[in-house]
């Protein structure tokens, strides 16, 4: 209750300040103002009841206004909080030329409510000041003043009621800098969430990668592992989804083909259909699953079973001799609480150390439990890659790897970005992948 607690606050915040930067500042009190204030109430309820409504399964139609909303908030977020930095400098030379009160004979006198001019008197809130001609200067002898109308667009400065010429428009500044950041991060959060979704919905694309393995025996030279990860069939995905997943791993004619986790978010009731197309993976040496933590939220057991039933083995704990390489397999570390857990002596204990052994194991923080039983190899997934970056930054901040070959207590670590996605459909700077791991002898 704490946890969730400090979530509503959290989107609470966030939504306070997407109002006071998209509404109250660049909006004039009125009517519109009081539509965008509703508009933003009624987003951040959507938040919350979206994760929450949708991954009980109670409110499934949620699903698509609410996680597009999620990630265009998320980049809204993002670009006006880089903004606040220019924002801040033009502010801070606006008031520095107020100061030493340059420019103000010449041109308007543009500045906030209640601040006063240079060598001036003060105008009262809602006014804007504006200078007489040149011409009419001796003539009038003082600044005239006029109502604000609430649009900058209607601030165009008085006609002088002795020869009738125009004063020089005013518009308000901080005002057009509140409406031009608006806009900017507006247009920027669309066109990055846009592009996003295009790239989740997308065919996963193929990464390679080359590890070499000091036991692997001259005969397995070569052998290609397609690895795939969270590919999260849930009530965003269609059966499509899944087709166009096995395409691309049985495009690449892997010789083992390992599925590390993340398979689903739903029971097998719900989804059960989606992952019928699993049946069609095409290896030389089979295909091997292990759970990850979404299955222990989706019921792991029925999963597990399901999976077997479409001739993808899961690996529980254990490990096989396929020709001079073992291959193992763990629980994710999410297991234990629902009386799962991952047993890393089970599956590697007993094993021959003259054999190179690959680990499948759902989370790359695992690495650390496995590096202790000689393991020459982990490959991985539950990272996403980052999904939508700059989020990779805090993904970084938990586990070791976040994407791609690293080396972590003395072992290589593969972690591949998933073919999937988790609850919004956008992926922006890690594109779904199938990875082909060629392990080669030295």
Same mark, same amino acid.
């Given at each position: 209750m704490v946890f969730v607690g400090l979530i509503l606050v959290v989107i609470g915040l966030i939504h306070f300040y997407l109002w006071k930067r998209l509404v109250k500042d660049p909006l004039p009190a009125g009517r519109a103002r009081r539509i965008g204030a509703v508009v933003a109430v009624v987003l951040a309820v959507l938040a919350p009841a979206t994760l929450i409504g949708v991954r009980s399964g109670a409110l499934p139609w949620l699903a698509w206004p609410g996680y597009l909303w999620i990630?265009?908030?998320?980049?809204?977020?993002?670009?006006?909080?880089?903004?606040?930095?220019?924002?801040?400098?033009?502010?801070?030379?606006?008031?520095?030329?107020?100061?030493?009160?340059?420019?103000?004979?010449?041109?308007?006198?543009?500045?906030?409510?209640?601040?006063?001019?240079?060598?001036?008197?003060?105008?009262?809130?809602g006014q804007v000041l504006t200078l007489v001609d040149e011409e009419n200067a001796g003539k009038a002898g003082e600044e005239r003043t006029r109502d604000k109308t609430g649009d900058a667009s209607n601030a165009t400065g008085a006609s002088s009621a002795d020869g009738g010429e125009k004063a020089e428009p005013g518009i308000e500044r901080r005002l057009l800098l509140a409406r031009g950041a608006a806009i900017f991060a507006g247009l920027t959060a669309a066109g990055v969430t846009g592009y996003g979704v295009k790239t989740a919905l997308g065919n996963p694309q193929i990464a390679r990668?080359?590890?070499?393995?000091?036991?692997?025996?001259?005969?397995?030279?070569?052998?290609?592992?397609? /690895?795939?990860?969270?590919?999260?069939?849930?009530?965003?995905?269609?059966?499509?989804?899944?087709?166009?997943?096995v395409d691309v791993i049985n495009s690449v004619q892997a010789d083992i083909v390992c599925v590390v986790g993340d398979l689903v978010d739903g029971s097998v009731a719900e989804l059960g259909r989606l992952a019928a197309p699993l049946a069609e993976i095409q290896s030389r040496q089979g295909a091997y699953f292990v759970t990850g933590n979404h299955e222990y939220y989706s019921g792991f057991q029925e999963w597990v079973d399901e999976v077997a039933r479409l001739n993808v083995r899961p690996l529980r704990n254990e490990r096989l001799e396929l020709g001079g390489l073992d291959l193992a397999g763990v629980n994710d570390l999410g297991g234990a609480d629902m009386g799962d857990p991952a047993d890393f002596q089970k599956a590697l204990g007993d094993r021959d150390p003259s054999r190179p052994v690959v680990l499948m194991a759902h989370q790359p923080i695992a690495v650390h439990d496995a590096a202790p039983f000689g393991v020459d190899l982990q490959v991985s997934g539950h990272t996403h890659g980052g999904q939508m970056a700059p989020f990779n930054l805090l993904v970084r901040l938990e586990q070791p790897v976040v994407s791609g070959?690293?080396?972590?207590?003395?072992?290589?670590?593969? /972690?591949?970005?998933?073919?999937?996605?988790?609850?919004?459909?956008?992926?922006?700077?890690?594109?779904?992948?199938?990875? /082909? /791991?060629?392990?080669r002898a030295t």
């Open positions: 990630a265009l908030m998320f980049y809204l977020l993002v670009t006006l909080a880089v903004l606040e930095i220019p924002r801040l400098a033009v502010v801070l030379v606006w008031r520095s030329r107020r100061r030493t009160g340059k420019g103000s004979a010449t041109v308007a006198a543009q500045r906030d409510p209640g601040e006063p001019a240079a060598g001036e008197g003060q105008a009262e809130p990668v080359q590890v070499p393995l000091a036991k692997l025996p001259r005969a397995m030279d070569g052998t290609r592992l397609a /690895v795939v990860s969270d590919i999260h069939l849930g009530p965003l995905t269609g059966i499509n989804h899944t087709r166009r997943i070959l690293g080396k972590v207590d003395g072992v290589p670590v593969y /972690v591949t970005n998933g073919a999937g996605f988790w609850g919004p459909p956008v992926r922006v700077g890690a594109p779904p992948q199938v990875s /082909v /791991v060629e392990l």
